[in-house]
């Protein structure tokens, strides 16, 4: 498994896009979980302060009359929110004066008037707490003393004190603190005693409210600090339930309320189950893509791959096809590149080592050429200087039976023999090493031959020949000076071996557009065998070895290598008694093209 972990870039690059994913995703959970509370009330809380600023839009209402602009109070928005939301509501304006006081439904109200028949009204729930409640034995006609801090410049008042006869009950709770509200003591007859007209949750929740409040409902001054410092500490009821204090200000109105921030364990739990699915769900979904996005990111990759592997096997007919705008196009194109290139290094690579080798081949035929021309050298010179070594020592002997031009004749004859055989050889040399220089010229081949028999006229009948010539007048392009030593050779070898009729046909004909094919027939024998030899070196075959003394044996050698250097196309026909030697010469053009 690790090897091919090591060895597939596909199971790498899949593992460690999971492997991210994964971590994100483990990240991810480990953070909405220890966090869920926390979204959960930032959303719970925008939510409640959307909903309280409605309820402000719908109970602030500005009206202009001819006493100029009054503010008038929708009482039933505030209704409507705290039974929708289950929530108190406290509603001031910024000196801390109440607006509704549907707050103290959740309290006992002590309804009293003072001598002036004022009605005043008193929260005494603390009565409650006194083993003996005075107010079951308070009758109309007695006179109390009341003591209390006046609640939000409202006709409601926090009781602090009652005086019943000689006895007296105390809130001890109220403190008293500097900026309190208006404090009164007064005498007042009771008028009735006001009992909560709601109860359960709402009447906790009121009484909650209102008790984190009264700090700012009896005091003097500004809400708004007081209220900033409540917002930010948590409130918990008798039951455990903890809250916070959440409100909402217009211009001059503020609303103010609970926000439960109790722990929903049952949403929380459903919530978890749904997660797990989720979880499983996001998991599964992780690893497809992951495989897929692994794919497409290491397809490219592969097929470098595998591009580069063949260009190692030294196929560049394989070309990387990967077209993306990225790195990996970039690295594409550069592949393709790199293959061209190395494509054409090896061509020329191969051209050159096939030049090598041809050269080198060359060089061996040469080495070759040289031992057979140096053996052949010694025995052709043999003769010669065997016959001038011998006449020389007759005329310096004195054994002379002919007179002295005699022998000087036959010894100037065998010296011009070891002149033109040694010539040949430095040409045959030279035009094999391919160090040879042509002057090409443009010239009439029928002009060219017709006068090259007048200059050769005297050897030809010398030797008994006598030419008949039919030429087509045509412009060819050849090395002048080379050619008319393809004549001589080929002439100097039908005066050798022609025996009997000594009749010479030479020819010369447009066989095709720029070429001009020259043929040379004369009556002569040679064996089937022997045609595609007759231009090799020392080659003598059906002739016989009786004429070897008179040739040097490499006339049609040189023949057949100034002809190759004019792209000639030559050879020999033996038809009807007839030896035909024929070769084909171009026009300039024709011979650029071949060449």
Not at 273 to 300: D, E, G, K, T
Not at 431 to 458: K, M, V
Not at 487 to 494: A, C, E
Not at 550 to 571: A, F, W
Request: hydrophobic share 40%; with cysteine.
């Amino acid at each position: 498994m690790i090897g091919l972990i090591r060895k597939n870039i596909v199971v790498r690059m899949f593992l460690l896009i999971l492997i991210t994913f994964l971590l994100l995703f483990v990240c991810q959970m480990v953070i909405l979980n220890n966090n869920i509370d926390t979204f959960f009330m930032r959303s719970y809380k925008a939510d409640m302060t959307a909903e309280l600023k409605r309820t402000a839009g719908s109970f602030v209402t500005v009206a202009q009359s001819e006493d100029g602009v009054s503010t008038e109070y929708n009482h039933e928005a505030s209704m409507e929110y705290v039974r929708r939301n289950e929530l108190p509501l406290i509603i001031i304006d910024s000196q801390s004066k109440l607006i509704d006081n549907e707050i103290f439904n959740a309290y006992s109200i002590l309804k009293v008037k003072n001598l002036r028949n004022e009605e005043l009204y008193f929260i005494a729930d603390f009565l409650s707490e006194y083993v003996d409640n005075p107010i079951d034995s308070i009758s109309r006609t007695d006179i109390l003393r009341i003591k209390g801090r006046r609640i939000g410049k409202s006709n409601y008042y926090q009781l602090t004190e009652l005086r019943v006869s000689s006895k007296s009950y105390q809130d001890a709770s109220i403190k008293d603190v500097r900026g309190m509200a208006e404090y009164i003591t007064q005498f007042v007859y009771m008028d009735e005693f006001i009992s909560p007209d709601i109860s359960g949750e709402v009447i906790l929740k009121k009484q909650l409210l209102f008790e984190n409040l009264r700090p700012i409902l009896i005091s003097s001054s500004s809400p708004y600090t007081l209220l900033h410092n409540l917002e930010d500490s948590a409130i918990e009821d008798k039951f455990g339930n903890n809250y916070s204090i959440l409100s909402y200000s217009t211009s001059d109105v503020l609303f103010i309320t609970l926000l439960p921030v109790t722990r929903n364990n049952l949403f929380l739990g459903y919530l978890a189950n749904y997660y797990v699915y989720l979880y499983a769900v996001f998991f599964i979904v992780i690893i497809v893509i992951s495989y897929f996005f692994s794919r497409s990111l290491s397809a490219p990759l592969v097929h470098l791959s595998q591009v580069a592997e063949r260009m190692a096997q030294l196929d560049f007919d394989v070309h990387a096809n990967v077209n993306t705008p990225d790195q990996l196009g970039k690295l594409s194109d550069s592949l393709n590149v790199l293959s061209d290139n190395l494509q054409s290094s090896m061509f020329k690579l191969k051209k050159a080592n096939a030049e090598l080798e041809r050269r080198a081949n060359e060089e061996k035929e040469s080495a070759n050429r040289m031992k057979i021309l140096l053996e052949d050298m010694a025995h052709e010179f043999k003769t010669p200087l065997g016959i001038i070594s011998g006449f020389t020592e007759i005329v310096e002997y004195g054994l002379l039976e002919k007179n002295r031009e005699y022998y000087f004749a036959i010894i100037k004859d065998e010296i011009n023999k070891l002149s033109e055989l040694v010539n040949d050889t430095i040409d045959l040399s030279k035009l094999s090493s391919g160090y040879f220089a042509f002057d090409y010229a443009n010239i009439d081949i029928a002009q060219f031959i017709s006068e090259y028999l007048c200059r050769t006229d005297y050897d030809i009948k010398r030797n008994g020949f006598t030419v008949n010539t039919s030429l087509d007048h045509a412009i060819v392009c050849i090395d002048k000076k080379r050619i008319t030593q393809v004549f001589d050779n080929l002439m100097s070898n039908i005066f050798k071996y022609t025996q009997g009729n000594k009749r010479i046909y030479i020819s010369s004909n447009m066989s095709a557009p720029g070429e001009v094919t020259i043929r040379i027939k004369n009556p002569g024998v040679i064996n089937d065998s022997d045609v595609t030899k007759v231009f090799d070196r020392y080659h003598i075959g059906a002739m016989g070895s009786d004429y070897r003394v008179q040739s040097s044996g490499i006339g049609l050698e040189i023949v057949k290598r100034i002809l190759t250097l004019h792209n000639s196309n030559y050879g020999v026909d033996l038809k009807d008694g007839q030896v035909c030697f024929y070769f084909t010469l171009y026009s300039e053009l024709k011979l650029a093209k071949l060449q």
